[in-house]
């Protein structure tokens, strides 16, 4: 009787936390080869993490190891998929000729760019999907030693202009800047250069946002600079960690845990209103915000299961309500955000990752703000995607260049790392 009690409990806990209406809109699946997870071999390990989505492409990391505590055998593989084409590329690999290190998280990816970072030689590089070529971003990433090491770190892309976290040299621990270098003309300047660490910063527009670890007290602040004016102000210093910062046209957001477990806030630049928007009973972590669409995973802060049930919520910056994606899908994870677009996985059903699934949801929006939709991918019992095993003999070499042409195309505490970050 007490297990039937519980159980009912927690069903109207779910109930009751957030909000009841649910978002319409269609679901579409995303399938390719090269999209996996495994995790149940006794001889190895296998999974697809740190995905991003832009227009009609994805981007993720795909990791195979070994088992093995001496000296596993590795490989890391970023790959590209276009959504429109059902075609997907490897766009770099480690190790070989090219990347002796991991290749580190978080990617980025708007327009015709990919940035990601190698660790250890702690450069960024971006591969330029139209040339089919990579090219080192940054030059001065070393290993040295500790106190002497130049690292480069969170890339994010916007148009022209990436922004991205540098370790001072010769210091000793850690003191990250921010950067910016616009890639048409080759520019590049220092954002911020407070003490402390500036971490994870966003783009959009002629705004950069952070987490910023100025005060000394290990936990983190939310920061935006004013790239036109140069001004910079802090959008939020309250007590408690403020991380994973977003930032689309005048809204910023943030995962918050001044109150205990992590919520969802926003600011608005223009009012300067600061707002918690998700449910005070739900935990609530990896915001992502595109346009007038805020999204994050969350479940209900009453449910004491090892694995409890989640859920994506939408909030809408026009109308202000907040409301359940509905999906059939049980436990989704939210992985990127593009619009009016939502790209997720839910590794509960029966299109799971494991066998190459991913969901793209497009909410119904109005006819005079709707973007073009793209068209639905039914996978194919044959090879419909290339696996891209070979990879581009150009994405190999690293040239030099001083400037990096990008042609414009039309038109990621609780932090479990799945959906990477980010384009803004």
């Not at 030693?145 to 022209?160: F, H, K, W």
Request: proline share 6%; net charge negative.
């Amino acid at each position: 009787m007490a297990a039937i009690l519980s159980a009912a409990l927690i069903c109207f806990l779910l109930l009751c936390s957030g909000q009841a209406a649910a978002l319409t809109g269609r679901d579409t699946i995303i399938w390719s080869p090269n999209i996996t997870l495994n995790e149940n071999s006794d001889g190895y390990y296998e999974f697809s993490n740190f995905f991003v989505l832009d227009q009609d492409r994805v981007v993720w990391k795909n990791i195979w190891s070994e088992r093995k505590v001496d000296q596993p055998v590795w490989t890391e593989t970023i790959y590209l998929l276009n959504i429109t084409t059902g075609t997907t590329r490897a766009i770099a690999r480690a190790p070989d000729a090219a990347h002796k290190g991991t290749l580190f998280p978080p990617l980025s990816l708007s327009r015709d760019l990919v940035a990601y970072t190698e660790l250890g030689a702690n450069n960024i590089f971006l591969f330029n999907i139209s040339e089919g070529k990579e090219y080192p971003l940054t030059h001065d990433g070393s290993f040295d030693s500790l106190d002497e090491a130049r690292e480069n770190y969170y890339p994010s892309l916007d148009g022209d202009r990436i922004v991205w976290s540098k370790k001072k040299p010769y210091t000793k621990g850690y003191d990250y800047d921010i950067v910016i270098q616009n890639l048409t003309t080759g520019e590049q300047r220092e954002v911020c250069t407070a003490k402390g660490d500036q971490v994870d910063p966003r783009i959009s527009g002629t705004t950069v946002v952070w987490t910023d670890k100025r005060d000394g007290s290990g936990a983190g602040d939310i920061y935006l600079s004013d790239l036109e004016t140069g001004t910079e102000k802090p959008v939020c210093t309250a007590r408690g960690l403020q991380s994973r910062p977003d930032i689309s046209g005048n809204t910023v957001v943030w995962q918050d845990s001044r109150e205990g477990g992590p919520a969802i806030y926003m600011h608005n630049m223009t009012t300067g209103t600061e707002t918690r928007i998700s449910d005070q009973l739900s935990v609530s972590y990896g915001p992502l915000i595109a346009g007038n669409v805020i999204a994050w995973t969350e479940y209900s802060a009453l449910d004491q299961r090892d694995e409890p049930s989640k859920w994506i919520e939408v909030y809408d910056l026009q109308s202000g309500t907040r409301e359940h994606l509905n999906v059939t899908a049980s436990s989704p994870w939210l992985l990127d955000l593009d619009g009016n677009r939502i790209l997720y996985c839910a590794d509960n059903d029966d299109k799971t990752r494991e066998e190459g699934y991913l969901h793209l949801f497009i909410i119904d929006i109005p006819e005079e703000t709707r973007v073009p939709i793209l068209p639905s991918l039914t996978p194919q019992t044959g090879n419909q995607t290339s696996p891209g095993d070979t990879l581009p003999s150009s994405a190999t070499t690293h040239p030099a260049p001083v400037t990096v042409v990008v042609p414009v195309i039309g038109c990621t505490v609780l932090v479990f790392w799945i959906g990477n970050t980010r384009k803004r």
